[in-house]
């Protein structure tokens, strides 16, 4: 019999993000909807008695822990959030899971292997939940982005990023297709980067290192940068040229 999901979160993006992959590494799972809030989540896991429910926790009205306290224990339940304070909680609901996001594919494999193995709810795996919570006290690198300058706003994964620009009050974001405007300086950006995966390459401009297809050096000794998935080119200070010399 087929193994059926519902995946529960009040950002569109995070629910595709997380939907993407879930059809990738498990593509005998079933998802039978997405919910965005805790009510609407209590009412399609009523209605289509799925067998797992990935639930976000810190929602408008209904928590995810409220709707976990309110559903059948037949169901398995994996908490999904940026959050690990609410890991003890968590436990006290039978939590099958409790992973934080960003989800990394290698952690999730993880999850669906857990979920393949059991056959009902069960508190979650203490040490790994330990281990998790102590990877959460290393710096709290930005993970998510608003992005635009009126009523509309988007959110955009920080793994989106190809390189940033700063652009007088502003700083323009690049994706692979789009380019979006944030109300944060590039100063302030830089600090809440992860410096393994994003270098300061020019005064104005930051780029994700594993988007870095080419790093070509002139006759001055100055690097002109060119991209994965932009077709830009970028022009690295002699400042930060000592990044490249190792590539």
Sequence with gaps: MQTTAILVD??????????????????????????HSGSEALAMIRELQPDIV??????????????AAAV????QIVFVTA??????????????????KPVSDRRLVRTITKLKRDKGPVL???????????ESNKPNYLVWLRAG?????????????????????????FTADKEHLIRMSLK??????????????????????D?????????RGRYTLFLRQRPESLRCSRAYGHLFKHM
């Design 10 to 35: 009040d950002e569109p993006l995070v629910l595709d993000h997380l939907g993407r992959k879930l059809r990738r590494l498990w593509s005998e799972l079933d998802i039978l909807g997405e919910a």
């Design 54 to 67: 990935f639930l976000d926790i810190h929602m408008p009205g209904l928590s995810g822990l409220d709707v």
């Design 72 to 75: 059948s224990p037949t169901c």
């Design 83 to 100: 959050f690990d304070h609410y890991a003890l909680e968590a436990f006290d609901r039978a939590a099958v899971d409790y992973l934080l």
């Design 124 to 134: 979650a795996d203490v040490q790994l939940l330990l281990q998790q919570m102590g």
């Design 149 to 173: 300058l009126d009523d509309v706003t988007e959110l955009l994964s920080v793994d989106e990023v190809v390189f940033f620009r700063a652009e007088q009050k502003y700083t323009s974001v």
């Design 188 to 209: 302030d950006l830089e600090a809440r980067l992860d410096p393994g995966a994003f270098w300061r390459v020019h005064r104005s401009l930051i780029v994700r290192v």
């Design 211 to 219: 988007q870095i297809a080419v790093a070509k050096r002139d006759i």
